[in-house]
């Protein structure tokens, strides 16, 4: 069993932010820069063959600032944690616990994201209701940050394949809003990447009995410390949902989460303020 | 598949509080009153050879009083959820989230429960930590309201039996403990009665493979102590608490579950939440069993006598 974990970049900068204790993975001359990491990956997974029993993970440059780990401390977790078919590092403990599930977290930030995604998942017979899909902290992965066997790489490039081609070839409308253009901080990206960032949250909501580690970042923004406890209520009652299909527990989770936002967040309150409903 | 529930009576009283859905089972003679209504299900199970996709449940006549439901809705849960291995009814909404688990519920009320739990599990090479144990609803039963299917009562009477046989052979520390007085509202009864009570919910939560359908535990009626009504939420929030530990083993959920549940402890526990505890893992038997708000009638409705009991 080896633990293959790469560290993309495609310049010299980033270069420079690669952790020694992971595997640099270059993208040569990164020829398709809309399709960010994805490229990366789907290269790796393409050209190598996959060994059963072994681990890979296909990290950012950008991995220790968002994570504050080091490639030691990442394989220190795994070590500890043995025998799961999934490591996940996943950065936001508060976008995790605020919202059901990371594509309404995603829909937030990326208007039309929701409705992409259940026309994509209809279109693989994969009928999801995303009001009622839960991601906890578990099955919340941002950043693609997993370290995980092939049982799990398989379904999720399976997926994300599909997502390829529709972005590459098809002519539909579907083709025409992944491949829209939205802001993301700073830059413009387009929509496809995001929704294949939130692929692999799908693939471990949706398959329970795969074994899963997830390294719970024990940082979080300042102005949510005092509602720490209750981030984990959220999760607590988003695993509860998911444990006994009851409903209320859902109630519960908003009227909290509504009650964490008001307090943590300034602009939930300026939204409510705005918007009376 | 048939639905065999049971409704114990021992006398003209008791047998004018049953439920006509349900099947009368007496008591005759009610000659052990000292085991309450294991004699009758032990007797049973002696006599009768359970099918396997039968379900069997024996309930105690203040099964309506205690549930508030009736026959008819029992059997109507079973018949709109079907394929369970276990169904349960229990009541008491605050004692199944304000306790990590049966036991810690039980060590609170009858002083001592879990070291003698302890020793018994230990003859049986059942290795458990109460302080991280979990009943959540799901796993969470008192007064044995159970129907299921022999796989789980074949599991369950395995163990009682071993803990019939230990108290009634009264040799040794364990029988002793088993067969002690413990004071319980104004009615005394042995230990062996709140812990074969209390088998089942160990059990459910040992087997999580058993397909188990809880009446939803909201529904029941509460007890005198309304206090717990305002923070219905707050037990919720409890129950999923413990099922976050028992799913992720993350001890954090636990410090955040005894956290809020000494909060509703102790703005709902009028009678006596000491704060000497923060829970009730180490309550020995020197110190004087809680009081709870209600008086429970099943106890207080004490069979009449035909013989000695000859155990105590």
């Known amino acids: ?277 | 598949m048939k639905v065999n529930i049971f409704q114990l009576f021992y006398d003209k009283k008791s047998r004018k509080m049953l439920d006509p859905g349900f099947t009368p089972l007496e008591v005759a003679g009610n000659p052990r009153p000292d085991w309450r209504e294991y004699w009758a299900i032990r007797k049973y199970f002696l006599r009768n050879t359970l099918r396997e996709n039968d379900y069997y449940g024996f309930l105690s006549p203040l099964f309506k009083e205690k549930t508030c439901l009736a026959s008819q809705q029992v059997l109507s849960f079973i018949a709109d959820n079907p394929g369970g291995d276990v169904y349960t009814f229990s009541p008491w909404f605050p004692e199944a989230a304000c306790y990590l688990n049966v036991f810690e519920q039980g060590n609170r009320c009858h002083p001592g429960m879990i070291p003698v739990m302890k020793e018994f599990l230990d003859m049986l090479e059942i290795s458990i930590d109460f302080s991280k144990f979990i009943n959540d609803f799901r796993s969470t039963v008192f007064c044995n309201y159970i129907v299921a299917r022999p796989v789980f009562w074949n599991k369950w009477f395995t163990i009682t039996e071993r803990l019939f046989h230990i108290a009634e052979r009264n040799e040794g520390q364990l029988a002793r403990l088993l067969n002690k007085t413990t004071e319980y509202h104004k009615a005394s009864l042995s230990m062996k009665v709140f812990i074969i009570e209390r088998i089942a919910s160990l059990l459910l939560a040992l087997l999580p493979e058993l397909k188990v359908f809880d009446f939803d535990i909201q529904s029941m009626p509460w007890q005198a102590n309304s206090n717990y009504f305002a923070y219905r939420k707050e037990m919720v929030l409890l129950n999923a608490l413990k099922i976050a530990y028992a799913d992720s083993f993350d001890t954090e959920y636990l410090r955040i579950y005894f956290s809020l549940r000494t909060c509703v402890l102790q703005h709902c526990d009028a009678l006596e939440f000491n704060e000497d505890y923060i829970n009730f893992f180490q309550v020995d038997e020197s110190v004087p069993p809680a009081k709870l708000d209600e008086e429970d009638s099943d106890l207080l409705l004490v069979p009449p006598r035909y013989e000695n009991p000859s155990t105590t």
């Open chain 1, 1 to 277: 069993m080896s633990i293959n974990i790469f560290q993309l970049y495609n310049d010299e900068a980033s270069k420079e932010m690669l952790d020694p204790g992971f595997l640099p993975l270059e993208i040569k001359g990164n020829p398709r820069p809309d399709w960010r990491e994805y490229w990366g990956i789907r290269s790796y997974f393409l050209e190598n063959v996959l060994e059963e029993g072994n681990y890979y993970g296909f990290l950012l440059p950008l991995f220790k600032t968002q994570m504050h780990l080091t490639a030691e401390k990442a394989l220190s977790f795994i070590e500890k944690n043995p025998g799961a078919d999934i490591y996940t590092f996943s950065p936001s403990v508060v976008d995790s616990a605020c919202h059901l599930n990371v594509f309404q977290q995603g829909e937030k930030s990326y208007s039309g994201m929701l409705a992409i995604m259940e026309d994509f998942f209809s279109r693989i017979d994969i009928p999801i209701d995303f009001n009622v899909f839960i991601n906890d902290f578990r099955t919340t992965v941002f950043c693609n940050y997993i370290v995980a066997k092939p049982v799990f790489w398989r379904t999720w490039f399976a997926i994300t394949e599909r997502i390829f081609d529709i972005a590459e070839h098809e002519k539909s409308s579907l083709n025409e809003r992944l491949n829209a253009v939205t802001k993301h901080g700073n830059s413009l990206m387009q929509i496809k990447v995001f929704v294949i960032e939130r692929i692999a949250s799908a693939v471990l909501a949706l398959t329970p009995n795969l074994k899963i580690a997830n390294y719970l970042m024990p940082h979080l923004p300042r102005l949510y410390y005092p509602c720490r406890d209750e981030l984990r209520m959220l999760n607590a009652l988003k695993i509860a949902y998911i444990t006994s299909q009851r409903e209320h527990y859902l109630h519960d989770y908003f009227s909290l989460r509504e009650d964490v936002l008001s307090r943590c967040d300034p602009d939930f309150r300026n939204e409510r303020c705005t918007d009376p409903k």
